[in-house]
C-alpha cells in the first residue's frame, strides 16, 4: 500500500470523525459553511469555529466549538443572527465573504449592494482571562458606484467602531 493511498486515508477518516463529532450540535437540516481549526484558547487542543447554514430557513449560525480532546468538542459560543443570509446581499447575490482566524482574532467580512455597495467587517477577539469570545472591532463602508468620480461625504461613508471589554 502507497503512502499516498494511506495519507488519502488518513484524511477521509479525520474529516469524517470531524463530521461526527460536531454535526450532534446541529439541526439535521443545516450543513457546515466554512470551518477553521485553531487553538483559540491555547490548550494544545484544537478547537472549531464555523458556520452552519439550515437548509430549509437558510438561517445561519456561528459556533465556537473547544476541543476536549481528539474527537470530543463542547459549544462556548454561538450566534445565530451576526451571519447574513444568502438573499442578504442585493444583486451581489451571497454577502457572506468568509472569514479567518489569526492570533485570538476572527474576522468575518460581508459584502454586498446595488448602486450602493456596502461591506461589514466585524472582529471579535478571544479573552483567554475569562474564556471568552467578544466584539472588539466593527467597521462599516458605504459607496455609491453612480457617483464614483465624484466621491465625497454624499457619495460614500465609512466608519469604525472600537468595543472597550467591560
Not at 463529532?21 to 484544537?46: A, T
Not at 458556520?51 to 474527537?71: C, I
Not at 485570538?104 to 469570545?133: A, H, M, V
Request: aromatic residues 20%; hydrophobic residues 35%; negative net charge.
Amino acid at each position: 500500500m502507497s503512502f499516498k493511498y494511506i495519507f488519502t486515508l488518513l484524511i477521509l477518516i479525520s474529516f469524517h470523525s470531524f463530521c461526527q463529532s460536531i454535526s450532534s450540535f446541529f439541526p439535521k437540516s443545516s450543513e457546515v459553511l466554512l470551518s477553521i481549526n485553531c487553538d483559540f484558547n491555547y490548550d494544545g487542543i484544537d478547537d472549531i469555529i464555523c458556520v452552519t447554514e439550515d437548509t430549509v430557513s437558510l438561517d445561519r449560525t456561528l459556533f465556537f466549538f473547544k476541543g476536549l480532546d481528539f474527537n470530543n468538542f463542547k459549544v462556548v459560543a454561538r450566534n445565530d443572527t451576526l451571519i447574513m443570509r444568502s438573499y442578504d446581499g442585493g444583486m451581489l447575490g451571497d454577502p457572506f465573504y468568509g472569514m479567518n482566524y489569526s492570533e485570538d482574532t476572527l474576522i468575518i467580512l460581508f459584502y454586498g449592494g446595488t448602486s450602493w455597495r456596502w461591506n461589514y467587517e466585524y472582529q471579535y477577539c478571544y479573552d483567554r482571562k475569562n474564556s471568552e469570545w467578544f466584539l472588539f472591532k466593527e467597521i462599516y463602508d458605504l459607496i455609491n458606484l453612480n457617483n464614483i468620480e465624484d466621491i465625497d461625504d454624499t457619495t460614500s461613508y465609512s466608519d469604525t467602531t472600537y468595543y472597550k471589554r467591560k
